[in-house]
Structure formats: C-alpha cells, structure tokens
C-alpha cells in the first residue's frame, strides 16, 4: 500500500530556476515529514523536514510548504544548482510505538547549466 | 562524532545462500532500522532495533532477521535468498526521542 505518493518522477530544471517537488500522505497519524536526498551510490541524506504544526519551513535554498487539510506537502529548491542533481525523497513518519519512516517513490532531479 | 557505517560495500551471493550485513550506528544513537531499496524505488523499512530487541518490522519475511549489540551496532541476516533480494541495504540510526534518521551509505546486494 503506497501511503506517501510522489511526483513527479523526473524533473529537468535550468540553472538558476526553481525546483519543485509534491508529495501526499493518506495516514492523518503521520507528524514528522522529511526530504532525504541521494546521490547515486550513497546512502539518502536528511535534508529538511517539517512537523505539522507549521505550514512552512525554509533552509538556504530548500523551502518544505505544507497543506495539513489537503494532505500535502512540497519542497521548493530556488536557485537550483548542477550540484544539486539527485534523487530527492520525501518520506512521512508518526512518533510513538517505533519509528518507521514511509518513503515516497523519489524523483530524479536534473539540473543543466 | 562518526557517521553510520555499513560493511561490506558490495555482496555477490547465489540463490539459496545466506547473507549478513553489518551497520555501526552513529555515536550518540541508540535504535537501528534497516531497509531495502530496490533499483529506482524509495527505501522500504525492513524492522528497527532499540536496546537489542525488535522493535517494529515492515512486510517482509521471516527469513529477514537481525540482531543488536549493546554497543548498538546491528547485522542484518537474510537467509534463504531470493533473486528479488537484489537491492541496497540501508542501516539508518537515530536516538528513541527524536523521528531524525541518518543513513549509512548501504550495502549493495546482488543475488544471482
């Protein structure tokens, strides 16, 4: 059952433009929302993440937007970099009990100069 | 402060064999999760580990088993291997307090 849905599955952004990343969750019982990032051959990377009393949260470049009625989240990265082509994941985990972090199915960002 | 680790790098095995990988957590870390990542998928949680029991599994089989030090390194065991075992293993370590999970750079496994 996929709990975490992504997209889109590629992406093909200019230097300089802004990257943009959606992702829904079906289970209301989820309250921490993270974005890994991974390069091919390494492992995923913690990059931001969002908890859902907050409809925004911004880093540097990476901005988390969050829809707690809609079940939605996004990750923005302005000012995209070559050195930002990856794959990112967004992925939702809820405390209490054990932690599981369901990842979504990624998408694969690449940035031309 | 170390980062999470994982040996070896890279594992060839035939259908049938068994297989154990290995994760040093980061320090200051106290649980262990696992999971699998098939080839241009998203990470699939396996089960995790807090003060060497199991404390939560996914939907995988009993032939996926593991083990917690008290020094909290872990090893994943997998027997009776498959040709969908094929994937990358990943260790992830956090503390219980927080949902933060670092990732190790993970174990490629090819079953053939």
């Known amino acids: 059952q996929q709990q975490v849905k992504q997209s889109p599955q590629s992406l093909i952004v200019q230097k300089g433009g802004i990257s943009i990343i959606n992702c829904a969750y079906e289970n209301t019982a989820f309250d921490y929302f993270p974005w890994y990032q991974q390069f091919p051959g390494k492992g995923p990377a913690l990059l931001i993440a969002i908890r859902p009393d907050v409809s925004e949260k911004k880093e540097g470049r990476f901005t988390i937007s969050f829809n707690k009625s809609a079940k939605q989240f996004s990750l923005h990265i302005m000012d995209s970099q070559p050195g930002d082509s990856a794959t990112y994941f967004c992925?939702?985990?809820?405390?209490?009990?054990?932690?599981?972090?369901?990842f979504g199915t990624g998408t694969k960002l690449q940035v031309i100069p | 402060e170390t980062g999470v680790t994982q040996s070896p790098t890279h594992l060839i095995k035939t259908r049938g064999q068994q297989v154990t990988l290995r994760c040093s957590s980061q320090?200051?870390?106290?649980?262990v999760s696992w999971y699998q990542q098939a080839l241009g998928q998203g990470p699939q949680f396996i089960f995790q580990?807090?003060?060497?029991?199991?404390?939560g599994r996914g939907n995988f089989p009993p032939r996926f088993s593991g083990l917690q030090f008290p020094n909290y390194s872990s090893e994943l065991n997998v027997n009776a291997l498959e040709l969908d075992d094929s994937a990358l293993y990943l260790c992830a370590s956090s503390s219980l307090a927080s949902n933060e999970q670092f990732f190790g750079p993970g174990t490629r496994l090819t079953v053939l």
């Open positions: 320090s200051g870390h106290n649980t």
């Open positions: 580990y807090y003060r060497e029991e199991e404390n």
């Open positions: 992925a939702a985990g809820r405390k209490g009990g054990y932690q599981k972090v369901t």
